[in-house]
C-alpha cells in the first residue's frame, strides 16, 4: 500500500510538471488566437499550483506517517487526492474548454469548490493529528 501511494505522489507531481508547462508555452502562445483567455490560463495556473502544492503535502504525510502512524493521516492524504481530482481536474477542463472545442464543460463548474472542500477537509484531518498529539 505505501508503494502505491508514494507512485501516485510521484505521478501527481510529474503530471503537475508537465501540465504546467504545457500552461507556460503551449496554452500562452493561444492566447492571440482567443482559445484561451488570460482569465482561462490563470486559472489552469492555479490548478497547476494547487496540485503541486497538495502532492507535496501528501509526500509530507507518506514520510511523517513512517513515525507517527495515524487514521487521520490516510484521511488527509485521500482527501488531498480527491481534492486534486476535483478541484485541479475540473479547472483544467474548465479553463482549456474553448481550445478542446467542448463548451458542454461548463457543467464542470461547480465540480470545483467541492474540491475544494477536500483540500480544506484534508488540513483539517492534519489540525486534528495535531491536537490527539497534543491531548496525550
Known amino acids: 500500500m505505501n508503494n502505491n501511494k508514494l507512485i501516485t505522489i510521484g505521478l501527481l507531481g510529474a503530471i503537475a510538471v508537465a501540465l504546467g508547462a504545457l500552461g507556460a508555452h503551449f496554452l500562452k502562445s493561444k492566447l492571440d488566437t482567443g482559445l484561451i483567455t488570460p482569465d482561462q490560463l490563470n486559472g489552469f495556473d492555479t490548478a497547476v499550483k494547487y496540485q503541486m502544492y497538495h502532492a507535496l503535502a501528501m509526500l509530507g504525510l507518506f514520510l511523517f506517517s513512517k513515525q507517527n502512524p495515524h487514521k487521520y493521516i ?7 487526492l480527491i481534492g486534486i481530482v476535483m478541484f485541479s481536474g475540473s479547472l483544467y477542463f474548465l479553463c482549456t474548454r474553448n481550445l478542446l472545442g467542448i463548451e458542454g464543460l461548463k457543467v464542470l463548474g461547480p465540480i470545483t469548490p467541492i474540491g475544494g472542500l ?3 477537509a484534508g488540513w483539517i484531518f492534519i489540525a486534528l493529528i495535531g491536537l490527539k498529539k497534543k491531548s496525550n
Do not use: D, L
Open 74 to 80: 490516510n484521511w488527509a492524504f485521500n482527501s488531498f
Open 118 to 120: 477536500f483540500f480544506i
